[in-house]
């Protein structure tokens, strides 16, 4: 049946009888163009969740359309048996945009955390990692083993790798907690899932210095941040240091499934360390290396975009960094977001009552202060 011959009420009733219920969710989505999607009835949304800061190049952009088409014309499958050229080309793009010397492509940014952890513990030896409350890496069993939410983790143990965690932002709590089986430190840059928690402007580099004086590898989590989110291609890239291990994923396709890990000069798996029969295909590397040349000519609006949000917003004190917002709105957030829905625009309530904003990073000035207008009047909606 396709899904035009059904209408909103059957495909929910469909939806819920045979897809497990991890998910909740209201509108049926049809379409996107650029900054917007539209609903079955045809209305038309602002998206400024972007698929959780996937589509950072918009929807369905002309450039990434045309690259998925004709790879996937042309070749669309072959695995990791043999070479292709839009891999070798992705990496390249990769390795020169991040400062970083090798690629492993994953599927996922879980796949991509599993990745780290696994070249950390095979290169260094060592077994035990360090992450950040609230932090979030994933949902396979290593990334959810450094993922700090009791929530999302504890169900699942006992996990492997052991991790302890430390509070986010305290870079000598890292110190103190590094012991002589610590493979490695994760963390993310910014935390995102969190909803959007700045650490302190040094927080990068003196943890990079801890981890240097301990000879412990540092990987920084530039799954969400990454792919310009943050007005530099990656996030480490403000704090000028070079991470050990990156992992990357959500705007590294425009929508495409892929992820990867970068690792720095002298960091890497050898042969059969680690695989994947669908990672680096043909299409998903397609759609990346036509993300990279698109997201070039857009990065360099972004300090001007997040300085309009800042502005637009700034009587809700939001957190602004690059093109991820989050404001402490607390047990309210859903009847925020659900306002902004009714008035045709998309936010994200993260954890712990923070409303988050990820707009697509093409997103024009005019685009934003609709948005923000809608935002505004949601809040007066409250009072
Ligand atoms: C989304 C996210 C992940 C997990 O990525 P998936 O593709 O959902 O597995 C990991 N780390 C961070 C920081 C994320 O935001």
Redesign the pocket.
């Known amino acids: 049946m396709n899904t035009r011959e059904m209408n909103i009420q059957e495909v929910k009733k469909c939806d819920s009888t045979y897809i497990m219920p991890t998910f909740g969710r209201e509108l049926l989505l049809t379409r996107g163009e650029g900054s917007y999607v539209w609903d079955c009835e045809g209305n038309k949304y602002l998206d400024l969740v972007a698929g959780?800061a996937v589509c950072n190049t918009g929807h369905c952009h002309p450039t990434i359309v045309q690259a998925i088409q004709m790879q996937t014309e042309t070749l669309m499958h072959c695995s990791n048996l043999y070479y292709i050229p839009h891999r070798a080309i992705f990496a390249e793009k990769l390795v020169n945009i991040s400062g970083m010397a090798k690629v492993f492509f994953t599927n996922?940014?879980?796949e991509a955390?599993e990745a780290a952890i696994k070249l950390a513990r095979v290169r260094t030896k060592k077994h035990a990692f360090i992450a950040c409350e609230n932090g979030?890496?994933?949902?396979g069993s290593a990334a959810l083993a450094c993922t700090h939410e009791p929530k999302i983790r504890e169900p699942f143990g006992p996990l492997q790798p052991s991790c302890t965690f430390v509070p986010y932002g305290d870079a000598h709590a890292i110190k103190e907690a590094i012991a002589s089986d610590t493979a490695a430190v994760i963390l993310?840059p910014v935390q995102?899932?969190a909803g959007v928690i700045i650490p302190p402007a040094s927080y990068l580099s003196d943890v990079r210095d801890i981890c240097d004086e301990a000879g412990v590898l540092l990987i920084v989590?530039e799954?969400?941040t990454g792919m310009g989110r943050t007005g530099a291609w990656f996030a480490y890239q403000h704090a000028g240091i070079l991470p050990d291990i990156i992992?990357l994923?959500?705007g590294l396709g425009s929508g495409f499934p892929i992820?990867a890990i970068l690792a720095r000069e002298g960091l890497q798996f050898e042969r059969g360390e680690h695989g994947s029969t669908f990672a680096g295909g043909p299409v998903a590397c397609a759609a990346g290396c036509a993300t990279i040349d698109v997201l070039q000519d857009v990065i360099t609006a972004i300090p001007r975009k997040a300085a309009l949000f800042s502005e637009l917003l700034q009587e809700h004190n939001p957190r602004v960094y690059g093109l991820m917002i989050g404001i402490s709105v607390g047990e309210h957030c859903a009847d925020i977001a659900s306002y902004c829905t009714t008035h045709g625009v998309l936010v994200n309530c993260a954890a712990h009552g923070n409303l988050r904003l990820l707009p697509p990073l093409t997103i024009s000035d005019e685009e934003i202060r609709e948005g923000c207008q809608v935002i505004q009047a949601a809040f007066s909606s409250l009072s």
């Not at 979030?136 to 949902?139: A, K, L, S």
């Open positions: 959780i996922s940014g879980t955390t979030f890496h994933g949902r993310e995102g899932q989590d799954v969400q992992t994923a959500k992820g």
